[in-house]
DNA sequence: ATGCCGTATGATATACGA
């Protein structure tokens, strides 16, 4: 089984790139963040063109959105309204066999590494705070779950172009880190993509539109994330992050990351 | 990295991203 997930930032803006990568990479599932689409303008058409024809899609006009593709049935799940808000963040499917995926896109939280002066970094802590509780709530040692997404931190020094720099840069700041810390530890969640790529090797999924050249610069951050419970750790199989489609005509701002399971095993 | 950019919107400026 291949997984995708991919911060594409507006679908609808970028619906040559997905068509390239499915063609190139052809994954059995897809998910998407900052989809910045109504469900009912959602370009579902395209994406049944492409051979996924089961979907779930949460999103909203402008901002946000999560998405879900799969060339298998997949089922919904319910999710909380996270921090009161129906900001959608967050879409939780179950596949087939009962592997059950969720998609998230953690709040960016604004510049101000401050919950005093910046709403928006409290709001981005909260929202850990209660995905933390909520994993801790359905733990148990035999769940197959995988949580993918654009998490909007970089926890690890080797995440980051430069630790020293970005330690007061919203994204790799310490209280976020141990916000992320707690993430993890509430269902003791395994970061996959650090499985085929450990520290100190620098990974990066993200960089900036505003760098010159950002490949040759390669001020990167990895945001994107894979996580997997402890039992699907015999099922990982490979992980690419495609520097590819961050090197093309308009990319999205962050890279797809690829994640092979063989969840047979 | 407070920027050399990009997306969306009853838009010709503004909010947001990180």
Redo the contacts with the bound molecule.
Sequence with gaps: MRLVTW?I??????LDHVEHFVQTHDPDVICF??T???DN?FPLKFFEKQGFSHYEIAGQ????GVAVFSKTPIERLEAPLWCGKDDKRHLAVRMQDGTVIHNF????????PDTEQNE?FAYKLSFMKEVSAWFADMKAADNRFILVG?L???PLESDV??H???L?????TPIEVEHMDEMMASHDWIDAMRHFVPEPEPMYS???????D?RT?N?G?R?DHVWVTPALIPTLKAMKIDLDARGRE?????APVIMDFDLSK
């Design positions: 911060n930032n507006s679908v609808r803006a970028r963040q900052e910045k689409v109504t303008e006009k402008s901002y946000n896109y953690i709040p960016a939280g604004g510049d101000i928006k654009d909007n931190v970089a172009w430069s020293k720099k970005l007061k840069v919203v994204s790799h993200w960089w900036s539109y505003r760098a010159r950002w610069s001020k951050r945001l308009k990319p999205s701002d962050h």
